[in-house]
C-alpha cells in the first residue's frame, strides 16, 4: 500500500495502538500547532519504525505540548530492507544529501566505513539517524533505516558475513559498464550490501584486500568521474533495478 502524501506525517518514539493518547515531542508541537496551524480534531499521520503507520487526531492543545490520539491503522509494518549500505562519511552538507537518498532508495542499515582517505573519522550518529527519520517521514517510509556506529575499513571486513554480497565502486575498474558484474550475481541472493569509498576513493592496498575476497564484486559506474554523493545515488539505483527490490 502506498503512503498518503496529503497528510502531514511524523515519526514518534511512542508505542501506537487504537486509542492510545500521547504528547508531541517539542519541536513537533510547535510544528503543528504554531508553523502548520492545526486545530483540535484535525488528523495526521504518525509512525515509529515498529507498529506501522496509524492516523491520529489532535486531541488536545497546551502551551508546551499537543496531544495526539492514535485512531486507526493505515499501514501494516513492512521489514527492514535486507540491504546494507556502507560509506566512507563526508563533509556534513554532501553527508546529509547521502544519507537522505540512501534511505530513500531503500538501505535498510546505514554502516559509516573509516577508510585510509575517509575525510570525516568521526561523523555525528545523531545527525545521521536526524537525516534518516526525516526522509523517512518525507518519502513514506515505515522501516527506519538502522545507524550503525562508524566502523574500520579493515575491522568491518573481518567481520563480514561471508554469506552477504557486497558490491564496491570500483574506480579503477576495466570497465565502463555495471551490468554485466551485477547480473553474476545470484538472484536468489537477497543479502546485498553497498560499499562507497570517500572522495579521494579506495587505496591500492584496499582495493586489493577486496578484490581479494570472494563475497565481493567489484562495478564500475561509467566513463564519469562522479563525487561519492552522487556515486552513492547511481551505484544505488544500478543495484536495485538489477538485483535488488525494483
Not at 508553523?35 to 497546551?62: C, M, P, Q, T
Not at 544519507?99 to 573519522?121: D, F, N, R, S, Y
Request: net charge positive; with cysteine.
Amino acid at each position: 500500500m502506498r503512503a498518503n502524501y496529503k497528510m502531514q506525517r511524523l515519526f514518534v518514539s511512542d508505542d501506537l495502538a487504537a486509542d492510545v493518547e500521547f504528547d508531541a515531542a517539542q519541536q513537533q508541537s510547535h510544528y503543528l500547532m504554531h508553523v502548520l496551524r492545526l486545530a483540535e480534531g484535525a488528523e495526521i499521520l504518525v509512525f515509529n519504525g515498529r507498529d506501522g503507520e496509524w492516523s491520529a487526531a489532535i486531541a488536545a492543545k497546551s502551551k508546551r505540548a499537543v496531544r495526539l490520539k492514535v485512531l486507526t491503522l493505515q499501514r501494516p509494518q513492512p521489514p527492514l530492507p535486507n540491504l546494507i549500505y556502507c560509506f566512507a562519511p563526508l563533509k556534513q552538507g554532501r553527508l546529509d544529501y547521502l544519507v537522505q537518498k540512501a534511505v530513500e532508495m531503500g538501505a535498510g542499515i546505514l554502516q559509516p566505513v573509516i577508510t585510509q582517505h575517509t575525510q570525516v573519522a568521526k561523523p555525528s550518529i545523531d545527525r545521521l539517524r536526524a537525516n534518516v527519520v526525516e526522509a523517512a517521514e518525507q518519502c513514506g517510509i515505515l522501516a527506519v533505516p538502522e545507524v550503525r556506529e562508524a566502523e574500520r575499513f579493515e575491522r568491518l571486513l573481518t567481520g563480514w558475513d561471508k554469506e552477504r554480497r557486497l558490491v564496491f565502486c570500483d574506480e579503477d575498474a576495466s570497465t565502463n559498464n555495471p551490468l554485466p558484474a551485477l547480473r553474476q550475481v545470484k538472484v536468489k541472493e537477497k543479502k546485498l550490501a553497498l560499499l562507497v569509498g570517500p572522495e579521494g576513493g579506495f587505496s591500492d592496498d584496499e582495493r586489493k584486500m577486496l578484490r581479494a575476497l570472494p563475497f565481493v564484486t567489484a562495478i564500475p559506474l561509467g566513463p564519469r568521474i562522479l563525487r561519492a554523493d552522487t556515486a552513492a545515488v547511481a551505484a544505488l539505483a544500478v543495484m536495485q533495478a538489477t538485483i535488488g527490490d525494483w
